[in-house]
């Protein structure tokens, strides 16, 4: 079965450069999620969308911003780079219109290293 | 959910025994709750998922359970096998949305 594909899998960036994160959701999945995982840590929630509308926000910078677009894959923009920035960035999806009722799934991240 | 850094509980066990592995929740108008199992380089993987109208789901050799009234989730593993061996996360829906919100990994480890 499809997956959540995530691209690119590594990423090395220096401090105060950006970044993008890019997240494919499983086919016919309409909200996407993005989280962030330090080592060693439970993964953080940063925003989501539906239907290319922000649904929810946490933990997110204001250095960060992420859009979802028509064909419903979505991009994760990180500016001024930060070396606490540097952590695994996973993407999720789910079918369920952002009703609760049904688990996200996830890709595999994007491990980012700011040097 | 809270951070242990990078010192995760670590649940070691003999293959073949029962895991159980614990989680406290924090939002008691919480009504949906996920495990997931996360391998090392890994996204975290979908094991079993209860709502808050049912005390416990059993899966394919897994059982989750529930006790709302001290809010505790637990993870029950049959027959533990080394494939089993990985990071274990209870994420708890705190209300609209799909939102998950991740509780402490617990590390399980399977010895031969």
């Known amino acids: 079965a499809a997956g959540v594909i995530q691209s690119p899998r590594h990423l090395i960036k220096e401090k105060r450069e950006t970044a993008t994160l890019k997240c494919y959701p499983i086919?016919?999945?309409?909200?996407v999620y993005w989280y962030q995982q330090g080592p060693g840590q439970d993964p953080q929630f940063l925003i989501s969308?539906?239907?290319?509308?922000?649904?929810d926000k946490g933990s997110i910078p204001d250095r960060f911003s992420a859009q979802q677009f028509s064909d419903y894959h979505s991009e994760l923009n990180m500016s001024s780079l930060e070396l606490g920035d540097s952590a695994l960035y996973f993407c999720a999806s789910s079918p369920s219109k952002g009703t609760g009722e049904s688990p996200l799934h996830f890709g595999n991240g994007t491990r980012l290293t700011v040097t | 959910g809270e951070s242990v850094g990078l010192h995760l509980p670590t649940l070691s066990v003999q293959e073949g025994d029962n895991s159980i592995i614990n989680c406290a929740y924090s939002n008691s108008a919480s009504d949906y709750f996920i495990w997931y199992k996360q391998e090392s380089g890994k996204g975290p993987q979908f094991i079993i998922d209860?709502?808050?109208?049912?005390d416990k789901r059993q899966g394919q050799r897994v059982t989750v359970l529930l006790n709302k009234t001290v809010k505790h989730l637990s993870l029950q593993i049959a027959a533990t096998q080394p494939g089993d061996s990985a990071v274990y996360f209870c994420?708890?829906?705190?209300?609209?949305?799909?939102?998950?919100?991740f509780g402490t990994g617990t590390q399980l480890k399977v010895e031969l």
């Open positions: 209860i709502r808050s109208n049912m």
């Open positions: 086919p016919r999945h309409d909200t």
């Open positions: 969308f539906y239907e290319k509308m922000q649904s």
């Open positions: 994420a708890e829906n705190t209300g609209g949305g799909n939102k998950l919100t």
